[in-house]
C-alpha cells in the first residue's frame, strides 16, 4: 500500500515528461520550414529518472521536470537552407510520446483504481 | 497541462504561418501575368520572447523578388517602349505551385500533431472525470 504513492508519482513524471516531449516535437514540426532551425528532442525518460531503486531521497528528484531539451543528430542531411526537421520523423515521435503517454496514464488509473478498491470506495 | 497549451499555441503559430504563406503564392500565381509586378516572399524564423527562444514560428516582413523581370516584346501591348518591349513579371508558376505544396504538406503536419496533442491532453482530462 505503502508503494502506491511512489508509483502514482512515478506515471504522472512519465506523463508530463512525454507531454513536455511533445511540446519540442510540436515546435519542430511547426518550425519544419524555417531556415537554418535545428531539429530538438528531449533526453530519454529513462535517463531524467536515472536507475534503480526508484525511491525520491529528494524531493525534485522525481517529477523534477526532464532534460533540457537537447540538439539531436539528424538522420538525414537535411534541407540546403539548413533545416534538419524531417516531418516523417517527427510524425513518428509525436506517435512514440503519444503512446508512451496513454500508458503512463494507464498505469496512473490503475493504480488510483486499487487505491480506491482498497478502500472500498466502489 | 502547460505542456498542451504551449504545444497547442506553437502548432497554431506554425498553421498561421503556413496560410499567410499560401496566400503570397495565390497573390503572385493571380499576378503572374501583372506586367511589372515582383514575386512577393515572406521568410520564417523561430520568435524569441524576452531573450528566450519560444519555439513558435514568426513570419518576416514580405520582401519583393528583385531578379530582373523579363522584358517581352509585344509593339501592340499598351506599355509597350519605343522599341515594342514591356516588363513582365518575375513569378514562375512551377516555384509557386511548389512552394503551395509544401506550405500545405507542412500545415497539414501540423494540423496531424494538433490532433494528437489534444488527444492527449483529453486522455489526461478523463482522469479527473472519474
Same mark, same amino acid.
Given at each position: 500500500?505503502?508503494?502506491?504513492?511512489?508509483?502514482?508519482?512515478?506515471a504522472?513524471?512519465? #506523463?508530463?515528461? *512525454?507531454?513536455q516531449?511533445?511540446? +519540442?516535437?510540436? #515546435?519542430?514540426?511547426? !518550425?519544419?520550414?524555417?531556415?537554418?532551425?535545428?531539429?530538438?528532442?528531449?533526453?530519454? $525518460?529513462?535517463?531524467?529518472?536515472?536507475?534503480?531503486?526508484?525511491?525520491?531521497?529528494?524531493?525534485? &528528484?522525481?517529477?523534477?521536470?526532464a532534460?533540457?531539451?537537447?540538439?539531436?543528430?539528424?538522420? =538525414?542531411?537535411?534541407d540546403?537552407?539548413?533545416? =534538419?526537421?524531417?516531418?516523417?520523423?517527427?510524425?513518428?515521435?509525436?506517435? /512514440?510520446?503519444?503512446?508512451? *503517454?496513454?500508458? #503512463?496514464? =494507464?498505469?496512473?488509473?490503475?493504480?488510483?483504481?486499487?487505491?480506491?478498491?482498497?478502500?472500498?470506495?466502489? | 497541462?502547460?505542456? $498542451?497549451?504551449?504545444?497547442?499555441s506553437?502548432?497554431?503559430?506554425?498553421?498561421?504561418?503556413?496560410g499567410?504563406?499560401?496566400? &503570397?503564392?495565390?497573390?503572385?500565381?493571380?499576378?503572374?501575368?501583372?506586367?511589372?509586378?515582383?514575386?512577393?516572399?515572406?521568410?520564417? *524564423? /523561430?520568435?524569441?520572447?524576452?531573450? #528566450?527562444?519560444?519555439?513558435? +514560428?514568426? =513570419?518576416?516582413?514580405?520582401?519583393?523578388?528583385q531578379?530582373?523581370?523579363?522584358?517581352? &516584346?509585344?509593339?501592340? &501591348?499598351?506599355?509597350?517602349?519605343?522599341?515594342?518591349?514591356?516588363?513582365?513579371?518575375?513569378?514562375?508558376?512551377?516555384?509557386?505551385?511548389?512552394?503551395?505544396?509544401?506550405?500545405?504538406?507542412s500545415?497539414?503536419? !501540423?494540423?496531424?500533431?494538433? /490532433?494528437?496533442?489534444?488527444?492527449?491532453?483529453?486522455?489526461?482530462?478523463?482522469?479527473?472525470?472519474?
Amino acid at each position: 500500500m505503502t508503494d502506491m504513492p511512489d508509483l502514482l508519482r512515478l506515471a504522472a513524471s512519465a #506523463a508530463r515528461h *512525454h507531454a513536455q516531449r511533445q511540446a +519540442v516535437l510540436s #515546435a519542430n514540426v511547426a !518550425n519544419a520550414d524555417t531556415p537554418g532551425y535545428r531539429a530538438r528532442d528531449l533526453t530519454a $525518460f529513462r535517463e531524467v529518472v536515472g536507475d534503480m531503486p526508484m525511491r525520491q531521497t529528494r524531493i525534485g &528528484h522525481l517529477g523534477g521536470g526532464a532534460g533540457a531539451a537537447r540538439i539531436v543528430d539528424p538522420g =538525414t542531411p537535411g534541407d540546403p537552407n539548413g533545416n =534538419t526537421v524531417s516531418l516523417e520523423d517527427q510524425v513518428l515521435r509525436g506517435i /512514440e510520446a503519444q503512446r508512451a *503517454h496513454d500508458r #503512463a496514464l =494507464t498505469v496512473y488509473r490503475s493504480a488510483l483504481d486499487m487505491i480506491r478498491a482498497s478502500l472500498g470506495n466502489r | 497541462m502547460t505542456e $498542451f497549451s504551449q504545444a497547442l499555441s506553437i502548432l497554431s503559430s506554425g498553421m498561421r504561418s503556413q496560410g499567410q504563406r499560401l496566400r &503570397h503564392v495565390a497573390e503572385n500565381i493571380a499576378n503572374a501575368d501583372t506586367p511589372g509586378y515582383r514575386r512577393k516572399t515572406i521568410s520564417f *524564423h /523561430e520568435e524569441i520572447a524576452r531573450g #528566450a527562444r519560444t519555439g513558435a +514560428v514568426e =513570419t518576416g516582413p514580405v520582401r519583393l523578388d528583385q531578379r530582373e523581370l523579363p522584358q517581352i &516584346h509585344d509593339p501592340a &501591348h499598351p506599355m509597350a517602349d519605343d522599341l515594342g518591349y514591356y516588363a513582365g513579371s518575375n513569378v514562375d508558376l512551377v516555384t509557386e505551385m511548389a512552394d503551395a505544396k509544401e506550405a500545405q504538406r507542412s500545415y497539414e503536419a !501540423n494540423l496531424k500533431m494538433f /490532433e494528437q496533442v489534444r488527444r492527449m491532453s483529453s486522455a489526461l482530462t478523463d482522469i479527473l472525470k472519474r
